[in-house]
């Protein structure tokens, strides 16, 4: 479990640590919402928003990738103290 107020910069830190095609999935306390962040090479991104919408945004740069995770989280997780946090790493 994560806090909402650190959804971004974990989720930056986290991405430069994997590896490409792994995915890193935040999701609401009632895991009814869900943000999943792919990474395809060390500049490029996916994000699939999976909740209230039905969203992709592929290959996303560092900056594109920040700006849609701010956006995401104001319409996603609005009322969220806590989220959870998995990695799927790609075998």
């Known amino acids: 479990m994560i ?3 650190d959804f971004i ?3 930056l ?3 430069k640590e994997l ?3 792994d995915i890193l999935i935040f999701q609401s306390f009632k895991k009814d919402r869900a943000i999943k962040v792919q990474k ?3 500049q490029k991104f ?4 999976e909740g209230f919408f039905h969203k992709e945004f592929l290959d996303l740069s560092d900056k594109e990738l920040k700006k ?3 956006q995401l989280q104001k319409i996603e997780f609005p009322r969220s103290n806590q989220l959870w946090l998995k990695i799927v790493k790609n075998k």
Do not use: A, G, R, Y
């Open 13 to 15: 830190k986290n991405l």
């Open 46 to 49: 996916n994000v699939f928003e």
């Open 3 to 5: 806090q909402n107020k």
């Open 40 to 42: 395809i090479s060390e």
């Open 9 to 11: 910069s974990i989720c």
């Open 68 to 70: 849609t995770l701010k």
């Open 19 to 21: 590896d490409p095609l």
